[in-house]
C-alpha cells in the first residue's frame, strides 16, 4: 500500500495515542531507531539478544568477530554444568567459565549462567550418590558455585529439565527427584543465599505451548511465587522445528502474568520454514512486556549440537542467514517493555554474615551454627547440624530468633514457630547423620537476625 502524507499522520498520531495510552510503565520504540545488529537491535527495548559460547571456540576469529558484533548476553553452552565446575567432590574448576565470563564482560556483554542443577551432565561421583547425601552434595554445589559468580552474572538457570515428557505434568524421574520433590526449592533458597543480585530461573524445552509439560511449571512456579520460594524467570528453551506452537505468546504471557520474567533462553530452529519460524518467535518476545530476551543456542549453523540441521543465523562461514533478517526486522519493528525488568524478590545491599553464631556445645550429640546472608529488611539463614561421636537418627535444632525477625519459609526441616523462640525438626531424607557428618538445613525470614542463636539435641 502507498503511504499518502495524511496516512502516515494518521500512522504517527495512532503510535502517539498507543503511546499514551499505555503508560509510563511501557516503551514504545518504532522502526525509525533501526538498529543493524540484533544486540543493538534487541536494546531499544530493554532487551538482550544472546548465544552459547564454548570456550573451545574463543580463539576463532571469525566466531568471535560475530559474538562481538551481534550479541550482548552470553550463556556458557557447557562450561558452567555440573560436570565442569565440579569434576571431583568438593574441587572446582572455574577455568572454562571464566574464560567465557571474562570474554563477556570485557566486550561489554552479560551472562547468563548455565546451570546448575541438571539430571545430566553430572560429575561422576554425584551420579554415584542418592538420598541425603546427594541432597547435601547438590546444594553445596549450588551454593559454591553461585558464590564463586556472585555479583558476575545477569541471572542463574538454577534447575534445568526437571519435568517429564509423559504427558503427566509432573517431575522427571532423576537421582535429585528421588532426593525429595522439594529439591527444586531447597536450590532456588541456596542461590538466592548465595547470590541475591542474581535473577533465578527455571529453563526446560517442549515448553513452548500450552501443554501439560509446561502447565505442571506453570503450576510450580505459581505456588513458589505463593509461598516466597525466590524464583524470578523461566527460560524456555524454544528447540524448534519449521514453527512454533500457536499459542507460543499466549504461553509466554501466562507465564509473566505470574510475575516472573521470561526469556527464550536455547532457541534454534530447524526446517524450510526456518526464517519465519524464527520471525514468529522473535514477535512474541517483543510482544511480552516481561520477556527479557532471546538466546539462540550457537552462532553458526556448524557450532549447532544439531548438527546437520542448520537451525542458526549464520552460515558455516559466518554470513547472514534470511533468518537473520526475519529475526532483525521482528526485533526493530518494536514491543513493549516494562521499564526497568525488576527482579521479584529484594536484591538491596546483600552483606554475607558469615560466620555466624558461636557453636553451642553438644548437649545431646549434635551441634548447630548458623550462618546469615543479610539484607536490608530479610534474611536468609543457614543451618549446619553436626553429629558428635555417635551417628544421628533424628535431630531437633532450636533457634531463638531476635524480637522483630520473622520465618517466612523453610526447607529441609519443619519448624515450630515462626518468631522467639523456633525449633527445628529433621525430615525424613535428612533424619540420619553418621557421626562427625553435617547436614544443612534453611530459612528465609524477614527483620533482622542477627544475634540469632542455636543448640541442638539428638532425638
Ligand atoms: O569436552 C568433551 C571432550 O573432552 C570429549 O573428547 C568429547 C567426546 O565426546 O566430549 C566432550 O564433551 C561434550 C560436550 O558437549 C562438549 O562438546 C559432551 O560429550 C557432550 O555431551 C556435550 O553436549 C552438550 C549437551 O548439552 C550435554 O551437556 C552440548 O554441547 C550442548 O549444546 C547441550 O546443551 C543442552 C543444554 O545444556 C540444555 N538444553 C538442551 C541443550 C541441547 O542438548
Known amino acids: 500500500m502507498k503511504m499518502t502524507s495524511r496516512s502516515f499522520s494518521r500512522a504517527a498520531l495512532a503510535s502517539t495515542l498507543l503511546a499514551t495510552t499505555v503508560g509510563a510503565s511501557l516503551l514504545l520504540v518504532t522502526s525509525a531507531g533501526a538498529a543493524t545488529t540484533l544486540g543493538a537491535s534487541a536494546a531499544q527495548t530493554g532487551r538482550y539478544f544472546g548465544t552459547a559460547v564454548s570456550a573451545g571456540k574463543l580463539g576463532d576469529s571469525t566466531y568471535v568477530n560475530l559474538l562481538n558484533r551481534e550479541f550482548n548476553m552470553v550463556t556458557a553452552e557447557n562450561e558452567m554444568k555440573w560436570d565442569a565446575t565440579e569434576?571431583?567432590?568438593g574441587q572446582f574448576n572455574y577455568s572454562g567459565g571464566d574464560r567465557i565470563l571474562n570474554q563477556a564482560v570485557s566486550n561489554g556483554k552479560r551472562m547468563r549462567g548455565h546451570a546448575l542443577l541438571w539430571y545430566q551432565q553430572q560429575p561422576g561421583w554425584a551420579q554415584n550418590l542418592s538420598g541425603s547425601?546427594?541432597?547435601?552434595?547438590?546444594?553445596?554445589?549450588?551454593?559454591?558455585?553461585?558464590?564463586?559468580?556472585?555479583?558476575?552474572?545477569?541471572?542463574?538457570?538454577?534447575?534445568?529439565?526437571?519435568?517429564?515428557?509423559?504427558?503427566?505434568?509432573?517431575?522427571?524421574?532423576?537421582?535429585?527427584?528421588?532426593?525429595?520433590?522439594?529439591?527444586?526449592?531447597?536450590?532456588?533458597?541456596?542461590?538466592?543465599?548465595?547470590?541475591?543480585?542474581?535473577?533465578?530461573?527455571?529453563?526446560?524445552?517442549?515448553?513452548?505451548?500450552?501443554?501439560?509439560?509446561?502447565?505442571?511449571?506453570?503450576?510450580?512456579?505459581?505456588d513458589f511465587k505463593s509461598r516466597g520460594v525466590p524464583i524470578d524467570c523461566v527460560g524456555f528453551q524454544s528447540h524448534l522445528t519449521n514453527s512454533a506452537p500457536g499459542d507460543y505468546q499466549a504461553n509466554l504471557q501466562r507465564f509473566a502474568d505470574l510475575g516472573v520474567e521470561v526469556q527464550i533462553t536455547e532457541l534454534d530452529i530447524a526446517g524450510s520454514n526456518q526464517a519465519n519460524a524464527y520471525g514468529a518467535v522473535t514477535r512474541a518476545c517483543m510482544a511480552v512486556a516481561r520477556c527479557a530476551g532471546i538466546?539462540?543456542?550457537?552462532?553458526?549453523?556448524?557450532?549447532?549440537?544439531?548438527?546437520?540441521?542448520?537451525?542458526?543465523?549464520?552460515?558455516?562461514?559466518g554470513n547472514k542467514k534470511a533468518a537473520y533478517n526475519s529475526v532483525l526486522d521482528a526485533l526493530n519493528a518494536g514491543g513493549a517493555t516494562t521499564t526497568p525488568t525488576t527482579p521479584t524478590t529484594p536484591t538491596t545491599p546483600t552483606t554475607p554474615t558469615t560466620p555466624t553464631t558461636p557453636t553451642t556445645p553438644n548437649p545431646g550429640g549434635c551441634t548447630a551454627?548458623?550462618?546469615?546472608?543479610?539484607?536490608?529488611?530479610?534474611?536468609?539463614?543457614?543451618?549446619?547440624?553436626?553429629?558428635?561421636?555417635?551417628?544421628?537418627?533424628?535431630?531437633?535444632?532450636?533457634?531463638?530468633?531476635?524480637?522483630?525477625a520473622t520465618v517466612t519459609s523453610a526447607w529441609s526441616a519443619a519448624n515450630t514457630g515462626t518468631t522467639g523462640t523456633v525449633t527445628w525438626a529433621n525430615v525424613a531424607y535428612n533424619s540420619a547423620v553418621a557421626a562427625g557428618q553435617t547436614t544443612e538445613f534453611g530459612f528465609q525470614g524477614t527483620g533482622s537476625a542477627e544475634g540469632i542463636t542455636s543448640t541442638c539435641t539428638a532425638s
Not at 547435601?136 to 538457570?157: E, P, R
Not at 515428557?165 to 531447597?186: M, P
Not at 543480585?197 to 500450552?210: E, F, I, Q, S
Not at 551454627?369 to 537418627?393: E, H, I, P, Q, R
Open 295 to 317: 538466546t539462540t543456542w550457537g552462532i553458526r549453523d556448524t557450532d549447532s549440537w544439531r548438527t546437520g540441521q542448520n537451525p542458526l543465523l549464520f552460515d558455516g562461514n
Open 87 to 89: 569434576p571431583n567432590q
Open 369 to 404: 551454627s548458623v550462618s546469615l546472608n543479610s539484607w536490608n529488611g530479610g534474611f536468609v539463614a543457614t543451618v549446619k547440624v553436626t553429629a558428635g561421636a555417635s551417628a544421628l537418627n533424628g535431630w531437633r535444632v532450636t533457634t531463638v530468633l531476635p524480637a522483630g
Open 133 to 222: 547425601a546427594l541432597r547435601q552434595a547438590a546444594i553445596n554445589h549450588v551454593t559454591q558455585v553461585a558464590t564463586y559468580y556472585k555479583g558476575k552474572l545477569y541471572s542463574w538457570d538454577v534447575v534445568n529439565e526437571a519435568f517429564a515428557d509423559d504427558g503427566s505434568g509432573g517431575r522427571r524421574d532423576s537421582n535429585l527427584q528421588r532426593t525429595g520433590n522439594d529439591w527444586i526449592e531447597a536450590a532456588f533458597r541456596a542461590a538466592r543465599a548465595a547470590d541475591p543480585g542474581a535473577k533465578l530461573c527455571y529453563n526446560d524445552y517442549n515448553t513452548d505451548g500450552v501443554n501439560p509439560k509446561s502447565t505442571g511449571i506453570y503450576n510450580m512456579v505459581r
